[in-house]
């Protein structure tokens, strides 16, 4: 029996060395250590040893049992390992690589000029004054020297709400709401939406002006040029020149519509501006009395001059942009250009 244990001992041994999967080590575990394993086979004839050699017998066979469980779990462990590691190679996780970096937004064209103009403004010295885009016909018309019925309001193709409520058609609502309240001298500036009955390339139903008022004592038309090539240089460049055009507008008198040189040729005559060197950007003026006193400011001792212009059209170009709704569709690939 001594003999057989032996035996078993080397070819179990020499068994578990050749198991090379997971799977066959409950196979061998079966063979040899079960129920009817070959371990327990063996034990069977124990039946039949002397009493006197069963103790060293006995060791044996806790020995071999030892021995072929001990082989048993080293296997497992080793298995065990082997899976985890080449899990970990599979699922590898290169912390050291580079983030694939994220998507920068950017302002809108339409928000960098309004920063531009209002900046540009601010530092010489305007307050930015802000109004109610959903407004009385009162500041949007009448105040500004508009009365109801009156030829000029075909100017523009305004959206009323109500006989005397409408959506504003031009930040000059904001001059007559500021003159009611403030005390002259001042200067202010009035950024924001407007609204017309109008659409194609260079027209929207919603818009955006920015509107300067300035009130003081000896204001002239010397002053509005001054501080409009300030403000045109500043936004188109240093080598803009401005010029203006008589022209008419019912809250000035004189009026005039101003025009820039080309950003694009600086006035030697291209396709943007149509061989003119020149770009009509805005419309300005020295405020009408009638105006002034409507307001409650006494004409005789105040004068003042306004300006009013489209913000859209000077992100326009600014940028080439050649139809205006582009701005307002949010196309990604329009944003990206515009970055
Ligand atoms: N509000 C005028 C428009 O929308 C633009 C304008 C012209 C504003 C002359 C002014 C101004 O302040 O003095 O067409």
Do not use: W
Not at 15 to 22: F, N, Q, T
Not at 166 to 178: E, G, K, P
Not at 184 to 202: C, E, L, M, Q
Not at 242 to 261: C, G, L, N, Q, Y
């Amino acid at each position: 029996m001594q003999e057989q244990l032996k035996q078993l001992k080397e070819q179990a041994m020499a068994e578990i060395s050749k198991v090379d999967e997971k799977a066959s080590l409950n196979e061998f575990r079966v063979k040899y250590l079960g129920k009817q394993g070959l371990l327990t086979q063996i034990l069977r004839g124990m039946r039949d040893v002397p009493a006197e050699q069963r103790p060293v017998v006995g060791a044996l066979v806790n020995e071999v049992r030892a021995l072929i469980e001990e082989q048993l779990s080293a296997k497992e462990a080793d298995f065990e390992k082997r899976e985890m590691e080449s899990e970990l190679a599979k699922n590898y996780i290169d912390i050291t690589e580079p983030a694939q970096g994220h998507e920068r937004g950017a302002l809108h064209p339409l928000s960098k000029v309004f920063e531009l103009l209002i900046d540009s403004c601010v530092n010489m010295g305007f307050k930015v004054v802000e109004g109610p885009e959903v407004e009385l016909d009162y500041y949007n018309f009448e105040a500004l020297n508009i009365p109801k019925n009156h030829p000029s309001r075909d100017m523009q193709d305004t959206f009323f709400i109500t006989d005397n409520i409408l959506l504003r058609s031009q930040t000059s609502s904001v001059q007559a709401r500021t003159m009611e309240v403030m005390k002259p001298p001042f200067k202010i500036i009035s950024p924001g939406r407007v609204y017309r009955n109008d659409s194609d390339a260079t027209h929207s139903p919603v818009f955006h002006q920015m509107e300067g008022l300035v009130i003081d004592e000896n204001i002239s038309m010397a002053d509005l040029k001054a501080m409009l090539i300030v403000l045109m240089r500043k936004t188109f460049g240093e080598q803009t020149q401005i010029r203006f055009r008589p022209s008419f507008f019912p809250f000035t008198e004189p009026s005039v519509e101003v025009d820039v040189t080309c950003p694009s040729c600086h006035g030697e005559g291209c396709r943007l501006c149509k061989g003119t060197g020149f770009m009509e950007l805005l419309g300005a003026g020295i405020v009408n009395p009638k105006v002034l006193e409507a307001n409650g400011i006494d004409s005789k001792k105040y004068r003042g001059f306004a300006f009013g212009f489209g913000v859209d059209r000077v992100a326009m170009v600014k940028n080439g942009i050649a139809d205006i709704r582009s701005m307002f569709k949010n196309d990604i690939r329009f944003l990206k250009q515009m970055k």
